[in-house]
């Protein structure tokens, strides 16, 4: 049978500003969602059009580390549940079935492993999971630099029958390139998929690192999902940003990365078609992946 590609959608928070709308540091994409949440929805709505079966909630930011402790106690669990309804009236609008991800990122810190905190991050991972528990099709834990971080996303949404999808961020620094692929934490991506697999999730991916890494770690998913058969549905996806060399301390939305200019959607479809051959069968974008991108995924699958 001919393998079966989910399209996902692309990065938020850079369509956010390109499309004009309230953008700062640190609040990020939140920012959006307090001051404009009609541009969310206009990014929804872009990535939709572009093709996208999947969207993800505009929760990512929704954490003490970018709008601050006392804003998080006081409209977290208010702005969760928006993110959620912008998304779902957004996928519900359109001519097709579009699916809502539920964005869950780490709550300590984005790429900084050694910052999580379990017994810090619990309650913030539990607001956002109430807040967007309504409106989302599965839950999406997204920028894992651990396999730490994902089994608490297990624990915290617990029996919860929406699917869970984990997906881990790579090291992509200079020495990357010459190493088995390893989270940001060190441990193997290999491991990783075993992690995915023994917490019942029902994908494993790999987020917001460099295209160039990737592929290793599709490999190794699918050769461990080869040689057992009784995980044989979990799927394997990729979203990569669209990065310049991201320095080995630095912390993802700290500050505006510069975006690579040879990622073009021509650029960045030669990726995703390598990933789909290593048998990956969900891919999409990360941070400086937009809809034009999207677009190009979408029409190079429904010519296969």
Same mark, same amino acid.
């Given at each position: 049978?001919?393998?079966?590609?989910?399209?996902?959608?692309?990065?938020?928070?850079?369509?956010?500003?390109?499309?004009?709308?309230?953008?700062?540091?640190?609040?990020?994409?939140?920012?959006?969602?307090?001051?404009?949440?009609?541009?969310?929805?206009?990014?929804?709505?872009?990535?939709?059009?572009?093709?996208?079966?999947?969207?993800?909630?505009?929760?990512?930011?929704?954490?003490?580390?970018?709008?601050?402790? /006392?804003?998080?106690? =006081?409209? *977290?669990? #208010?702005?969760?549940?928006? $993110?959620?309804?912008?998304? @779902?009236?957004? !996928?519900? &609008?359109?001519?097709?079935?579009?699916?809502?991800?539920?964005?869950?990122?780490?709550?300590?810190?984005?790429?900084?492993?050694?910052?999580?905190?379990?017994?810090?991050?619990?309650?913030?991972?539990?607001?956002?999971?109430?807040?967007?528990?309504?409106?989302?099709?599965?839950?999406?834990?997204?920028?894992?630099?651990?396999?730490?971080?994902?089994?608490?996303?297990?624990?915290?949404?617990?029996?919860?029958?929406?699917?869970?999808?984990?997906?881990?961020?790579?090291?992509?620094?200079?020495?990357?390139?010459?190493? /088995?692929?390893?989270? =940001?934490? *060190?441990? #193997?991506?290999?491991?990783? $998929?075993?992690?995915?697999? @023994?917490?019942? !999730?029902? &994908?494993?991916?790999?987020?917001?690192?460099?295209?160039?890494?990737?592929?290793?770690?599709?490999?190794?998913?699918?050769?461990?999902?080869?040689?057992?058969?009784?995980?044989?549905?979990?799927?394997?996806?990729?979203?990569?940003?669209?990065?310049?060399?991201?320095?080995?301390?630095?912390?993802?939305?700290?500050?505006?990365?510069?975006?690579?200019?040879?990622?073009?959607?021509?650029?960045?479809?030669?990726?995703?078609?390598?990933?789909?051959?290593?048998?990956?069968?969900?891919?999409?974008?990360?941070?400086?992946?937009?809809?034009?991108?999207?677009?190009?995924? #979408?029409?190079?699958?429904?010519?296969?």
């Amino acid at each position: 049978m001919p393998q079966r590609i989910t399209v996902l959608d692309g990065g938020t928070g850079r369509e956010l500003l390109r499309m004009g709308a309230p953008f700062r540091q640190p609040e990020w994409s939140a920012w959006a969602l307090m001051e404009a949440p009609v541009f969310v929805s206009r990014v929804h709505e872009a990535f939709i059009v572009a093709g996208a079966d999947v969207i993800t909630t505009n929760s990512y930011a929704i954490v003490p580390f970018h709008i601050g402790a /006392e804003r998080f106690e =006081r409209d *977290g669990l #208010r702005l969760a549940a928006l $993110a959620g309804r912008l998304g @779902r009236e957004s !996928a519900d &609008a359109g001519s097709r079935h579009v699916q809502v991800a539920g964005s869950l990122p780490p709550i300590c810190g984005s790429y900084r492993a050694e910052w999580f905190d379990p017994v810090f991050a619990r309650p913030i991972l539990a607001t956002l999971v109430e807040g967007l528990r309504p409106f989302v099709d599965h839950w999406q834990a997204e920028t894992l630099s651990s396999i730490e971080e994902a089994e608490l996303v297990r624990e915290v949404i617990g029996r919860d029958a929406k699917p869970l999808w984990l997906s881990f961020t790579l090291r992509d620094d200079e020495e990357a390139a010459s190493l /088995e692929p390893r989270l =940001r934490s *060190g441990q #193997r991506a290999f491991d990783a $998929a075993v992690a995915a697999a @023994r917490l019942g !999730a029902q &994908a494993v991916l790999f987020n917001c690192s460099q295209p160039e890494v990737m592929g290793g770690a599709v490999s190794l998913a699918r050769q461990w999902v080869s040689e057992h058969p009784e995980s044989a549905s979990l799927r394997i996806g990729v979203y990569a940003n669209a990065f310049a060399l991201v320095r080995r301390q630095a912390q993802v939305n700290s500050e505006l990365n510069e975006i690579r200019g040879d990622l073009t959607p021509a650029g960045y479809l030669a990726w995703v078609n390598d990933w789909i051959n290593r048998g990956a069968d969900i891919v999409g974008g990360c941070c400086g992946i937009g809809p034009e991108h999207i677009r190009a995924i #979408r029409e190079s699958i429904g010519q296969r």
